[in-house]
């Protein structure tokens, strides 16, 4: 029973995270959708870890991967982020026309 419900719940903040990353015109909200599509594929692999293969922590290693991905890809994306909003007084997505100069 408890299985269903942390499934459910990670497939909430995919969704959340998908339906955020496509409709989303801003920079910043795209990366936050961003991380929770990563933190949803987390609980999912650390959920998958413990329920086939308690004794071994390859899911938790896996997901402790991810997480220092994300947390570099948040510190990248927020430098290009500033740095566009430096250039162009805007972060929205549809106004960042980088390569028409």
Same mark, same amino acid.
């Given at each position: +029973? +408890?299985?269903?419900? %942390? $499934? /459910?719940?990670?497939?909430?903040?995919?969704? %959340?995270?998908?339906y955020?990353?496509?409709?989303?015109?801003? +920079? /910043?909200?795209?990366? +936050?959708?961003?991380? $929770?599509?990563?933190?949803?594929?987390?609980?999912?692999f /650390?959920?998958?870890?413990d329920?086939?293969?308690?004794?071994? $922590?390859?899911g938790? %290693?896996?997901?402790?991967?991810?997480?220092?991905?994300?947390?570099?890809?948040?510190a990248i994306g927020?430098?290009?982020v500033?740095?566009?909003?430096?250039?162009?007084?805007?972060?929205?997505?549809?106004?960042?026309?980088?390569?028409?100069?």
């Amino acid at each position: +029973m +408890m299985l269903e419900h %942390i $499934l /459910v719940l990670s497939s909430y903040l995919f969704s %959340i995270g998908v339906y955020g990353l496509i409709t989303s015109r801003n +920079m /910043v909200r795209a990366l +936050m959708c961003l991380e $929770l599509i990563l933190n949803s594929v987390n609980i999912n692999f /650390v959920t998958f870890s413990d329920l086939f293969d308690s004794r071994q $922590l390859r899911g938790d %290693i896996f997901s402790i991967f991810v997480i220092a991905i994300a947390a570099a890809e948040a510190a990248i994306g927020s430098a290009i982020v500033s740095s566009i909003y430096r250039n162009k007084k805007s972060t929205r997505i549809n106004q960042s026309n980088l390569l028409n100069k």
